[in-house]
T-cell receptor, first 113, second 112 residues
C-alpha cells in the first residue's frame, strides 16, 4: 500500500519557467511533509517542509503548497535553473512517539537550458 | 553544525561475502539513526532505525542486521550477501524532538 504517491516519474521544463512537482497521500495521520532533492550517487538533501496546519511555505525559489482536503501537495520552483535537475522525493511524516517517515518514489526533473 | 559520514562510498562484493557499512554523525548527541536502501528504479526503503545505543528496530526482514555500538555510530552488516542486496545504502539522522531527517552521502553496493 503506497501511502505517498508521486505519479509523474519524470518532468521536463525549460530554464526560467516554473516547475511543478506533485505528490498525493492517502494517510490522514500525516502531519508534516518534506521535499528532498537528490543528485545521482549522492544522499537526498532536505529542501523544504510544511506542517499540516499550514497551506503554504516559501523559501526563495521554492514554494510548497498543501491541500489537506485533497490530500495533495506540490512543490513549485520558480524560476527553474539547470542546476535544479535532480530527483525530487516527497515525504510524509507521522510525528510524535510513533514517528514514521514515508517516501514517494521520486520525480526526475530535467531543466533544459 | 552537524555532519554525517558514510563509508565506504562504493563497494563491490561477491555473493556470499560479508558486509559492514559504517555511518557516523558529528555535532549532535543522541540522534535517532536510520538505514535506508534505494534499489535500482525504486524509492527509499527503510531498513533499520535506532533511538539509542544498542536499540535497533527492523522494518524489513532480510539477511541484513544493524548495530549501534556508540551514540553516533550506526553499522549495517551482513554475514552473506545476496545479489538482491545490491543498491544504494543511505544513513540518516534526526533529533528526537524534530521531524526532519538528514541524509549521508550514501554507499553504492554492487553484489556480483
Amino acid at each position: 500500500d503506497q501511502q505517498v504517491k508521486q505519479n509523474s516519474p519524470s518532468l521536463s521544463v525549460q530554464e526560467g519557467r516554473i516547475s511543478i512537482l506533485n505528490c498525493d497521500y492517502t494517510n490522514s495521520m500525516f502531519d508534516y511533509f518534506l521535499w528532498y532533492k537528490k543528485y545521482p550517487a549522492e544522499g537526498p538533501t532536505f529542501l523544504i517542509s510544511i506542517s499540516s496546519i499550514k497551506d503554504k511555505n516559501e523559501d526563495g525559489r521554492f514554494t510548497v503548497f498543501l491541500n489537506k482536503s485533497a490530500k495533495h501537495l506540490s512543490l513549485h520552483i520558480v524560476p527553474s535553473q539547470p542546476g535544479d535537475s535532480a530527483v525530487y522525493f516527497c515525504a510524509a511524516i507521522i510525528g510524535g512517539s510513533n514517528y514514521k517517515l514515508t517516501f514517494g518514489k521520486g520525480t526526475l526533473l530535467t531543466v533544459n537550458p | 553544525s552537524q555532519t554525517i559520514h558514510q563509508w565506504p562510498a562504493t563497494l563491490v562484493q561477491p555473493v556470499g561475502s560479508p558486509l559492514s557499512l559504517e555511518c557516523t554523525v558529528e555535532g549532535t548527541s543522541n540522534p535517532n539513526l536510520y538505514w535506508y536502501r534505494q534499489a535500482a528504479g525504486r524509492g527509499l526503503q527503510l531498513l533499520f532505525y535506532s533511538v539509542g545505543i544498542g536499540q535497533i528496530s527492523s522494518e524489513v526482514p532480510q539477511n541484513l542486521s544493524a548495530s549501534r555500538p556508540q551514540d553516533r555510530q550506526f553499522i549495517l552488516s551482513s554475514k552473506k550477501l545476496l545479489l538482491s542486496d545490491s543498491g544504494f545504502y543511505l544513513c540518516a539522522w534526526r533529533l528526537a524532538a524534530t521531524d526532519t531527517q538528514y541524509f549521508g552521502p550514501g554507499t553504492r553496493l554492487t553484489v556480483l
